[in-house]
């Protein structure tokens, strides 16, 4: 069952869920603080040898979906700009973007000139991405 959320995130992108009956399985080994033959040395589950531990399996859910291309293409363009853009964790990045916003905020509050040219350049995109062809 998918929750109100997900069902909204579907209608917005204006997909389906297509099948729900799949399950999608990873293995994983275990990572171990201490080696099962000697207590002092700190290993990983991938450097035990196969017979002395067993392998964790998790399985999650697979979802078929049906997504337009330009959803498809909208949700990537979204991570790249959040997840690609920098090393640093989405937090970072949307605080900085959150920042950037409310200081040019403040610099159209402070200069009139300023705050024309951003209408003026909102109003051109808003033409622009409706379709009208003679801008100049």
């Not at 909204?8 to 080994?29: C, G, I, P, Q």
């Not at 990045?93 to 040019?104: D, G």
């Amino acid at each position: 069952m998918l929750d109100k959320e997900t069902y909204d995130f579907l209608e917005y992108y204006h997909s389906k869920v297509l099948n729900t009956e799949k399950r999608y399985a990873v293995f994983n080994r275990p990572r171990l603080f201490t080696d099962p033959k000697n207590a002092s040395v700190v290993k990983d589950g991938y450097d035990i040898d196969d017979n002395d531990i067993a392998t964790q399996v998790e399985y999650d859910q697979v979802l078929i979906l049906e997504i337009p291309k330009r959803s498809l293409d909208h949700l990537v363009n979204l991570h790249t700009r959040v997840f690609s853009r920098s090393g640093n964790p989405p937090e970072y990045f949307l605080k900085a973007l959150l920042e950037k916003e409310w200081a040019e905020h403040d610099l159209r509050e402070k200069f009139p000139s300023v705050r024309q040219a951003y209408e003026h350049y909102s109003l051109m995109l808003h033409l622009a991405t409706n379709g009208k062809e003679k801008l100049d």
